[in-house]
């Protein structure tokens, strides 16, 4: 079983920044690919950005390219979503959630097996 809980959302005006936190219970986290996804109201629940266990790989949508950053530290069980550049369509609920099998490039919220309760992201213009 695994536990995640976001922090560090908030509101900020457009073209600010903030950085996402998630920390992870249990003993093989970093062997879990990790993923932030976002859901706005009355929108689908949409993928962000994910991470291979080790670090070196990462995926990103387009539009946050060149804009958010994913990054994790498996000695603090725990991942990040650097944001800069925020722009009023990145308003939602971020949430952070872990794939077990480990791999790039599943971007679906059905392929990952546990999910963090969200914190609230509002850019003001």
């Known amino acids: 079983q695994v536990q995640l809980v976001e922090s560090g959302g908030g509101l900020v005006q457009a073209g600010g920044s903030l950085r996402l936190s998630c920390a992870a219970s249990g003993r093989i986290f970093s062997s879990y690919t990790m993923g932030w996804f976002r859901q706005a109201p009355g929108k689908e629940r949409e993928f962000v950005a994910a991470?291979?266990?080790?670090?070196?790989?990462?995926d990103y949508v387009d539009s946050v390219k060149g804009r958010f950053s994913i990054s994790r530290d498996n000695a603090k069980n725990a991942v990040y979503l650097q944001m800069n550049s925020l722009k009023p369509e990145d308003t939602a609920v971020y949430h952070c959630a872990a794939d077990t099998r480990g791999v790039l490039g599943r971007r679906r919220p059905r392929e990952y097996s546990y999910w963090g309760q969200g914190t609230q992201v509002t850019v003001s213009t």
């Open positions: 991470i291979t266990g080790s670090g070196g790989s990462t």
